[in-house]
DNA sequence: CATCATAGTGCTCAATTGTTCACTATCAAT
DNA sequence: ATTGATAGTGAACAATTGAGCACTATGATG
């Protein structure tokens, strides 16, 4: 079993692995710290070490941008298929959630779709949302679209995400002021939601994408 | 149409193919020069440049390793893979059109995508197509978002299309009256379009479904 | 409080790597 | 016979890139 990674040491993992798959080839040091504003190589090198050391990559001694990625045995598992080069990921669809349940009880699963690996992978929990209701119409999601939702992301402000309140699963745009978390409609009939009690509230996930069939 | 590469070219490019493969990140020119007992880099450089000129591989300028190798795919057949009993189905993005090229050519494709064949076929001769412009934000169709285009299927009043109108693609709500064929915008900011002269007017397909990215 | 792991700065240095030049050679096609 | 495309040498140079050091800071833990 690998040794778990620490937020940076996460994200990190994260952006070799976009930008590997965007480029066709790894990230040099500074490349990554440009990213996340470490301005000396040798921060990006540490975080390197700890990714090697915790068995997620190996370094290539001397080598520019020699960072492999070994994969996670869950990449290959489940419902995450390769042929060539080319992994196909069907990831579930949830519909109306039973207040209380786990987001992803069997109960309330009601299909499953297949998306592009490009966007979403298998590994990274991914699963779609149908949404209710209108309250997201103002940013092109509308009643029964299905939003991809990532909870390895939790957002930033700015973000559409998924939440949980009051055991009811609501998409909005996510607002973080200084100790506040504002959840914004995007629907002029709907009044913004602040989180007051943070016990009945938790960030399930960011949406990535919005899919909508027609007819 | 891709160029013919050369024996020596082809034999490179396979190279550096199963080098990435193997190491996950793509070889340097004096690797490549040492598998093939080419002592100087210049003469490895001139391979990979007219591989690039050629269209098989983009190299990204000054970057160690900075070769991207250029997928090659037929959309036009063979990209219906069948795994067990399922069928993935990759489809061709457009990205913009020039004017007067077939919408399909070679030169508009951007990419391709996976769609759950559950909703669009390949026998449909599917494809996405990448919006252009705001005229749709009120049916939740953003710039940038890739609409589903079926053109086995024409639409009927009330469907949103896409058609070509004086060597321009555009999507718009379809409205059929008796005698006259009029294009709806789904933002206020734009007026209906009546089509006067049906030689310069085609219904490419209808409208099946809508993917948005995001971030 | 002391200790340890994590995270980062600013810098130097060495190694790697891409770019370019002048020159040679072969082969096919004009 | 001359031209053009392909293929290669050897060297010098510039740019990129990784490695390493000394130092600072924070939060968790015992």
Sequence with gaps: MKEKLTERQNEILNFIKDYRRENGFPPTLREIGGRF????????????????????????????????????????DG??????????NKIPIVGRVAAG?????????EGSIIIDP??????????ALRVRGDSMI???IFEGDLVIVSPDNKGKSGDVIVAMLDDE???????V??????????????????IEDKNSFS?????????????
Excluded: C
Aim: glycine share 8%; net charge positive; no cysteine.
């Design 37 to 76: 504003q470490i301005s000396s190589t040798f921060g990006v090198k540490r975080h390197l070490n700890a990714l090697e050391k915790k068995g997620y990559v190996v370094i290539e001694r001397n080598a520019s941008r020699g960072i492999r990625i070994i994969q996670h045995d869950d990449y290959f």
């Design 79 to 88: 419902d995450t298929t390769r042929v060539g080069d080319e992994f196909f």
């Design 101 to 109: 349940s786990p987001i992803l009880a069997m109960e309330n699963i």
């Design 118 to 127: 490009t966007f979403v992978k298998k590994a990274e929990g991914a699963f």
């Design 138 to 140: 103002n940013a092109g």
């Design 169 to 175: 699963v609501t998409v909005k745009t996510l607002n």
């Design 177 to 194: 002021k200084k100790n506040k978390i504002v959840l914004l409609p995007e629907n002029d009939n709907y009044d913004p939601i602040t």
């Design 203 to 215: 960030i399930i996930g960011k949406v990535k994408g919005v899919v909508r069939w027609l007819n």
